[in-house]
T-cell receptor, first 111, second 114 residues
Framework: AQSVTQLGSHVSVSEGALVLLRCNYSSSVPPYLFWYVQYPNQGLQLLLK??????LVKGINGFEAEFKKSETSFHLTKPSAHMSDAAEYFC?????????FGGGTRLMVKP | DTAVSQTPKYLVTQMGNDKSIKCEQNLGHDTMYWYKQDSKKFLKIMFS???????INETVPNRFSPKSPDKAHLNLHINSLELGDSAVYFC?????????????FGQGTRLTVV
C-alpha cells in the first residue's frame, strides 16, 4: 500500500525566512513524487516533480525539493518566503495509476 | 484557453436531488480523473478513466456514476444527494496514468447539499 505523510498541517514563517515543508512516503514500488500548490478557491498547480534524473529538483517560484531514498522523504524548501507563497501545499506519490496525496500543509507567511 | 474546465464552479442543491458536474480537457490527454476534497482539504481519488475505459474505481457509493463520452470529457453524475456529499470535486487529466506524468487540475466544483 502506498501512503504519503505531511508532517505539520500548518506552518507559519516570517517573510524572508526559510520555508521547509515535510513529506514522507511509503511505497512498495519506486515512487513518483510531486509537490502541488493550491491557492484559495483554486485548483492544484504543479510546483515540481521527482524524475529520478536528479535527487535535487527545482520547481517554479523558487521552490526545490530533495529526494532522499534512505529517509523516504521529499521535503520542499524555499530559501526566502514571500507573502504570495501563502497557500496549501500537497505532496503526492503516483504508484499505481493514480496520485495519492498527503494531508496537505497550510503555509502562512507573516509580514 | 483553460486546459481543464469544470462546470459549474458552485452547486447548491437539496438532499435527494440528482446533479451532474461536467469536465472537459483540451490537452489531448488520454487519462482523466475525479478527486474529492473534503472540508479538511484531504484529497482522495474517486475514479480514473484511460482512453474512455474505467481503470480506477475507489470505494465510492453507487450513487456516483462517471461517464466518459470521449477522451476529452469526463462527467460525474450524482444521484440522491446526501449532506455528506458536500465537498469540492476536482477533475484532472494527464497524458498517461503511470509514472511521473503530471496531472492538470480543473478549478474545482464546490458542491453544497442542504
Amino acid at each position: 500500500a502506498q501512503s504519503v505523510t505531511q508532517l505539520g498541517s500548518h506552518v507559519s514563517v516570517s517573510e524572508g525566512a526559510l520555508v521547509l515543508l515535510r513529506c514522507n512516503y511509503s511505497s512498495s514500488v519506486p515512487p513518483y513524487l510531486f509537490w502541488y500548490v493550491q491557492y484559495p478557491n483554486q485548483g492544484l498547480q504543479l510546483l515540481l516533480k521527482y524524475t529520478s534524473a536528479a535527487t535535487l529538483v527545482k520547481g517554479i517560484n523558487g521552490f526545490e525539493a530533495e529526494f532522499k531514498k534512505s529517509e523516504t522523504s521529499f521535503h520542499l524548501t524555499k530559501p526566502s518566503a514571500h507573502m504570495s507563497d501563502a497557500a496549501e501545499y500537497f505532496c503526492a506519490n503516483n504508484a499505481g495509476n493514480m496520485l495519492t496525496f498527503g494531508g496537505g500543509t497550510r503555509l502562512m507567511v507573516k509580514p | 484557453d483553460t486546459a481543464v474546465s469544470q462546470t459549474p464552479k458552485y452547486l447548491v442543491t437539496q438532499m435527494g436531488n440528482d446533479k451532474s458536474i461536467k469536465c472537459e480537457q483540451n490537452l489531448g490527454h488520454d487519462t482523466m480523473y475525479w478527486y474529492k476534497q473534503d472540508s479538511k482539504k484531504f484529497l482522495k481519488i474517486m475514479f480514473s478513466y484511460n482512453n474512455k475505459e474505467l481503470i480506477i474505481n475507489e470505494t465510492v457509493p453507487n450513487r456516483f456514476s462517471p461517464k466518459s463520452p470521449d477522451k476529452a470529457h469526463l462527467n460525474l453524475h450524482i444521484n440522491s444527494l446526501e449532506l455528506g456529499d458536500s465537498a469540492v470535486y476536482f477533475c484532472a487529466s494527464s497524458q498517461s496514468p503511470t509514472g511521473n506524468t503530471e496531472a492538470f487540475f480543473g478549478q474545482g466544483t464546490r458542491l453544497t447539499v442542504v
